[in-house]
C-alpha cells in the first residue's frame, strides 16, 4: 500500500511542479554581456576538391538512389515520464 501512495505522491508532485517551473520569471543569461567576435566566412573548397566530389558523384550510381531519414524514432521525455507513471502505478 505504501508503494501506490508513493506512486501518487510522486505523479502528484511532477504534475504540479511542471507549470509552476513554466510559470517562472525567466533569468538573463549569464552571457549576455558578452561581446561577440567578428567571423569571416569560411574560405570556398579549391576547384580541383569540388570538381573531384563532382565527379565521384557521377561515376556513383548509390548516390541516384539515396534516401535518407527513412526510419525515425523518438522518444521523447514526456512519453518516457508516462511509461514511467504508469509502472508505478501498476507495481
Request: glycine share 8%.
Amino acid at each position: 500500500m505504501s508503494l501506490r501512495t508513493g506512486s501518487i505522491a510522486l505523479l502528484a508532485g511532477l504534475t504540479l511542479a511542471a507549470p509552476l517551473a513554466a510559470s517562472a520569471a525567466p533569468t538573463p543569461p549569464a552571457a549576455a554581456h558578452v561581446e561577440k567576435a567578428a567571423t569571416t566566412a569560411p574560405a570556398p573548397a579549391p576547384r580541383d576538391q569540388a570538381a573531384s566530389y563532382a565527379d565521384r558523384e557521377a561515376k556513383s550510381g548509390q548516390v541516384a538512389d539515396f534516401e535518407g531519414g527513412n526510419v525515425v524514432v523518438v522518444l521523447s521525455g514526456g512519453t518516457l515520464l508516462v511509461l514511467l507513471l504508469v509502472i508505478l502505478l501498476i507495481a
